[in-house]
């Protein structure tokens, strides 16, 4: 099947969005994995790092390809000449939050659909957001993140 797109910021990369890459890889030809540098929101970690991570975490994987990307996901879309996006749901919040995105990006740039995957029982509480909580309080994160990039989050910025 043809090319994807699993937009993000992977602040850092966590467990669940591990196996939503993994899962994407099995069904698509290449899984790029864009990694947002959004001047809006204040990240922990720098793109740069947070694209390193990314990399570490998906070594394993033969068709990732890590972009980092910023503005409209439409433009990464187009530069990759991939019209899929890939999107992972926990809860019926993110459900009501990624219609309304898919709606946006079909209207944007015609014929791109969005694909979602259902987060797996075992990874379905995990969030960036918690875990970057549990590192402002020095708390061990390693249930949460690959261990891929444990000492490079030991290692900060």
């Known amino acids: ?10 602040d850092p990369i966590t467990k ?22 959004n001047i809006s929101k204040r990240c922990m970690f720098s793109v740069e790092k947070r694209v390193e991570m990314v ?9 990732i390809q890590v972009v980092s990307f910023d503005g409209l996901l439409v433009d990464l879309l187009k530069t990759l000449d991939a019209r899929v996006i890939i999107r992972g749901l926990r809860t019926g919040t993110d459900l009501e939050l990624e219609q309304q995105y898919a709606f946006i990006n079909g209207k944007l740039l015609e014929g791109t659909e969005t694909l979602a ?3 797996r029982p075992e990874t379905h509480y ?3 957001t918690a875990v970057r909580e549990l590192l402002a309080f020095h708390a061990d994160v390693s249930d949460y993140v690959p261990e891929a990039i444990l000492s490079m989050i030991d290692k900060g910025e």
Not at 55 to 60: E, F, G, L, N, Y
């Open 126 to 128: 995990i969030s960036s």
């Open 117 to 119: 995957l259902l987060s």
């Open 1 to 10: 099947m043809e090319a994807c797109v699993y937009p993000g910021s992977f």
């Open 55 to 63: 990399k570490a975490a998906t070594r394993h994987i033969k068709n």
């Open 16 to 37: 669940g969005h591990l196996d939503i890459i993994e899962r994407a890889g099995v069904i698509f030809s290449t899984v790029y994995v864009g990694v947002l540098n």
